[in-house]
């Protein structure tokens, strides 16, 4: 059954109440992108933040799990993104802290070293401390968490856990007290997986979708490619959902970030767009190679279609 669309009255009038809202995919680099949200053929200087920040208001960095950033390259992202004022990054905290149980204090201060352009030109909306599945709640993790708060208490956070005994009263309102954002998911519900909510415990709202790739999440099969557990394409009945969830979130957050993280052949970024589509109740700016890879892009898209040409522009 086809999707009821709201009047431009009625979303209007819904989302007075509502903070910011900011879409966006979880991160920027992945081969498998190319020629499919990137363009085939590139002009000088193009870089692929820069062109996301056409389309999105957002992107979580993802860099940043796996070492300190460099404050160079922080320097020139910020750079990248400025066609669009609008635009705010997130980014994952350091995985030494969260998931390697280390993290000592030259480790802390290459972190902050590395957001530090990013915190100057007002381009750092939150930090996500995201969890794995294995991190359940237990008083030592309690404790953990509440070294992190302390140690990068001067940013906006946001805590991402996976497993169903975070579903605790007391922990909420640790998080309330604190000021810290909770991450609502949609993952797989294996077991104890937390299932989707919408919360809301700070000024940042936090929204993370993974897919629903039940076959390839927790698989330990060497044969299946890590990037499976991301393959995966929401249908618009179920983003309808997560638009209500997002929009509760809104309501009582001053921004909320949207993150498409089911990132395999550019499956986030149009899932990313159709949420932009369904939350404004209206059309969007579709990338056109994106478009020719999911024609259902199409019935959102803001401009007809481009025509193939026989000759591309020899300068791109």
Known sequence: MPRKRRTAAEAASSETDLGEIRVGTAGWSYQDWNGVVYPAHRGAGFHEAAYLAEFFDTIEINTSFYQPMRPQLAEQWVTRVAANPRFQFTAKLWQRFTHEGGGATEDERAVKEGFAPLVAAGKLAAVLLQFPFSFHHTPENVDTLKSLFDRFGEYSLAVE????????????????????????????????????????????????????????????????????????????????????????????????????????????????????????????????????????????????????????????
């Not at 519900?189 to 999440?217: C, F, N």
């Not at 899932?271 to 369904?278: E, Y």
């Open 161 to 316: 856990v996976r497993h169903a005994s975070w579903k605790d009263p007391k922990f909420f309102a640790l998080l309330h007290k604190r000021g810290v954002g909770f991450c609502n998911i949609d993952q797989p519900l294996i077991g104890r997986s937390l299932e989707p909510m919408d919360r809301a415990t700070a000024a940042i709202g936090y929204v993370r979708l993974h897919g629903r790739r039940y076959d390839a999440w927790f698989s330990g099969d060497p044969e299946t490619p890590p990037e499976e557990r991301y393959n995966y394409l929401y249908s618009e009945e179920e983003l309808d959902p997560w638009a209500g969830r997002i929009r509760n979130v809104a309501k009582h957050s001053r921004a909320t970030y949207v993150i498409a993280n089911n990132h395999y052949l550019g499956k986030g970024a149009v899932n990313g767009l159709q949420l932009i589509s369904i939350l404004k109740n209206a059309k969007v700016k579709v990338p056109e190679t994106l478009r020719e890879h999911y024609p259902e892009l199409n019935k959102i898209a803001d401009a007809p279609e481009t025509e193939p040409t026989l000759f591309p522009n020899p300068r791109e």
